[in-house]
C-alpha cells in the first residue's frame, strides 16, 4: 500500500501525550496531573490513526472508536 504524501491533516486542537513508565510506576507526576484533569488514557497506534485520518480507501472500522473521539474534540474545541 502506498500512502500519499501530499495530503495532510490539521488538529489544532488536539495533543498526544505519550508517557513511558514501568508497570508498576502508577504514580508518576504526568500521570497523576492527567487525572487532575480528567484527561483519561486512551491507546493507539499514532501511525495508523495517520493513515485512516489520510486515506479514505482504507476500512475505518477498527478505528472507528478512535475517530469518533477525535470528532467530539474537534467539535468541542470549535465551540
Do not use: W
Not at 500521570?31 to 475505518?60: C, D, M, N, W
Amino acid at each position: 500500500m502506498k500512502i500519499n504524501d501530499k495530503k495532510k491533516i490539521a488538529l489544532p486542537n488536539l495533543c498526544v501525550i505519550e508517557v513511558k513508565q514501568g508497570k508498576s510506576d502508577v504514580f508518576s507526576n504526568t500521570i497523576q496531573v492527567l487525572k487532575k484533569l480528567r484527561i483519561h488514557e486512551t491507546g493507539f497506534s499514532k501511525y495508523a490513526i495517520g493513515v485512516s485520518l489520510l486515506e479514505p480507501s482504507i476500512k475505518h472500522n477498527n478505528f472507528k472508536p478512535i475517530l469518533l473521539k477525535l470528532n467530539k474534540i474537534k467539535a468541542y474545541a470549535n465551540n
